[in-house]
């Protein structure tokens, strides 16, 4: 004889309620001998940070706040990735330049006009950064000028991310300002680090 169910009881909710999220732990602290891995965030372990092209720069920026990222992989409506979008990008010289260039206003700057097409972004193989310690990844970054370095696996898809930031973060490096042109400062830094 089937079972019969009862429907649970409902209540209304509160004005004001929140929600639950994940359990957000901060990184382990590493030093510069310690496996790269560490210190990458790992796209089979998190969900990668998105933007599609014809969002707006605002939105790219907010976007980066809410999630806590300074960058954020331009994708198609398949996921496929076109592009990589950064704070750099946004609040540097890039949307002064397209506006003067093409008429528009501030707010009309959508994520194409600023971002990295894929074609011009280059990316560290994972097997790599699997046998790397912290102190390569540093040079990697200071060597290419860039905050962010993408890692692919054997298959060619994006697996990791490295941030400058995020490094100087987990080194015990007090880099917390969001303007992109401290990554000069972030570097000198990492690298009082390394020769201690």
């Given amino acids: 004889m089937p079972r019969t169910f009862q429907p649970l009881p409902a209540a ?17 602290r590493v030093g510069i001998e310690d496996p790269a891995l560490a210190v990458m965030t790992d796209l089979g372990r998190v969900s990668a940070v998105v933007i ?17 990222v300074r960058s954020l992989l331009v ?4 996921r496929r990735v076109l592009g990589l979008v950064t704070a750099r990008d946004i609040l540097g010289e890039k949307p ?6 093409h008429g528009v206003r501030h707010e009309e700057i959508v994520v194409r006009d600023v971002m990295t097409p894929v074609e011009r ?12 310690k912290v102190g390569h990844i540093v ?19 994006i697996r990791g991310i490295f941030s ?5 973060r987990q080194l015990g490096v007090n880099s917390q300002s969001v303007n992109p042109t401290e990554i000069a400062q972030t570097f000198s830094e990492i690298e009082a680090l390394l020769r201690r």
Avoid at 12 to 28: I, S
Avoid at 96 to 101: G, L, S, T
Wanted: net charge negative; proline share 5%.
């Fill in 12 to 28: 209304l909710l509160n004005p004001g309620v929140g929600f639950c999220a994940p359990e957000q732990q901060n990184p382990a």
């Fill in 52 to 68: 599609g092209l014809n969002d707006t720069i605002d939105e790219a920026l907010a976007r980066m706040k809410q999630r806590g």
């Fill in 75 to 78: 994708i198609d409506a398949q």
């Fill in 96 to 101: 002064m330049r397209f506006v003067e260039a």
């Fill in 121 to 132: 972004l280059e990316a560290l193989d994972f097997g790599d950064v699997r046998a790397a």
């Fill in 139 to 157: 040079a990697t970054l200071r060597q290419s000028g860039r905050q962010h370095a993408l890692v692919t696996d054997p298959d060619g898809r």
């Fill in 164 to 168: 400058a930031t995020q490094i100087a």
